[in-house]
């Protein structure tokens, strides 16, 4: 089941997308433009009698329909950390960032997100700073 998202403007939707990696690209019917990255989001752009309309739907399925389990309280309190920051400064926050916030050591974040990569709730680019990348909609 796909999950769709509302995304109330243009801002919001640059910062969801923001340094994705385009899977591939698709025109149907003409009026409709669909964008697949390599996380399983999809960007629809469809021309309607009111101009274009944008939304945002995660073609993968959530976690628990995989046979993992859902984020722990304390994973999903990362992730809404994170969903934050990029909302609040357009980029992801550094681990250092994460460290602050949750006044825990380095190595306690540094396994936190590879935790969080693995399981599949984030993607990083290894080598760039700041690449988090969420995966699953925490806003729900």
């Known amino acids: 089941m796909a999950m769709r998202t509302k995304l109330p403007d243009s801002e919001s939707l640059t910062n969801r997308l ?12 003409d009026e409709q433009l669909s964008i697949e990255f390599t996380c399983g989001t999809v960007l629809f752009i ?5 101009g274009l309309v944008a939304r945002v739907e995660n073609t993968r399925a959530p976690a628990h329909e995989h046979g993992l389990q859902r984020p722990t309280k304390r994973q999903l309190e990362y992730l809404a950390f994170i969903s934050k920051y990029l909302n609040r400064f ?16 380095a190595p306690s974040v540094n396994q936190m997100m590879q935790t969080l990569e693995r399981r599949g709730f984030i993607t990083r680019q290894p080598g760039v700073p700041r690449s988090i990348r969420l995966c699953i909609d925490v806003t729900s």
Do not use: C, M
């Not at 992801?92 to 460290?99: F, G, L, V």
């Open 18 to 29: 923001k340094d994705r990696q385009v899977l591939r690209a698709l025109i149907d019917d």
């Open 90 to 105: 357009g980029r992801a926050p550094a681990e250092s960032d994460i460290q602050r916030h949750f006044l825990v050591s």
């Open 46 to 50: 469809e021309a309607t009698s009111h």
